[in-house]
């Protein structure tokens, strides 16, 4: 016969133990960084796009929203880059970021004149930007998105940022390839026909419009995004560091809010993993709202 005091008390250990159960997962998930593998239709490339969604620590167990940083590959990339290249995800768990790893093939992040259904400027502003506000815990406003990126994607960041001030407060760009489309004729083999595709092969409005040194004219210092730039100064890719130099001088001209490094590295992961580190919290101490 079941006595009903002891039934009474198996119940409530059995409770205990699920609630307790359920504190201790709640304390692991707040410790663990989660990288989420998703993916969206894109009307701007009229194709299915992977990226990679880094989630802070206590995503799941709170109601917060989150700054955004999209994190831009570089050319000959992917969406996994920034992943498997760097400690990105260790470096998250310090911060309450969520990163968004978009895959922008070799498209310079640009709407190419060329080719159909090579709208990746369109892509990363009508199409990810919104399904990843809809779906994730995001500070859905300018002051609650970041963009950044390496080599090809310093560049596509800066211009971005540049060309949308109401979308992004701030931009980094790692080892920026900042001198295109204006050198285009300076390569050849297969950076030259992704830039060909991009831009176009001869000097345009289309170059003008997605040329860095022409975008800062148009966006006054009152909206400009904070600008970070950082270069190795081993950098042999030719361009680089020239490019940055001077577009730091026009910045400076102008009379922007910006930071530059020019610190030992390569056009390399080393460098990099070192500064997207830098980046993270840099961008934890700034105050998008500061004047």
Known sequence: MTNPARSKDQKKAIWFFILFLGAELQLFSQGKVTVVKDSLFSPSVNAYMKFNAVLPANYSVTDERFTTIYLLHGYAGDYKDW?????LVRYAKDYNFIIITPDGKNSWYTNSPEIKNSNYEDYIVKDLIPYVDKKYKTLNTRHGRAVAGLSMGGYGAIKLALKYPFVFFYAASLSGALQFPKDLENVSGDLHESLKSAFGEKK?????????????DSVSNTNMPYLYLAVGKDDL???????????????????????????PGGHSWVFWDKEIANVLHRLSNFDPLKP
């Open 83 to 87: 992943v498997t290249h760097t400690a």
């Open 237 to 263: 890719l030719p361009g680089i560091i020239e490019s940055n130099r001077s577009f730091i001088e026009k910045l400076r001209r102008k009379g922007a809010l910006y930071e530059y490094h020019e610190t």
């Open 204 to 216: 345009s409005d289309h170059w003008s419009r997605n040329d860095v040194f022409s975008l800062v």
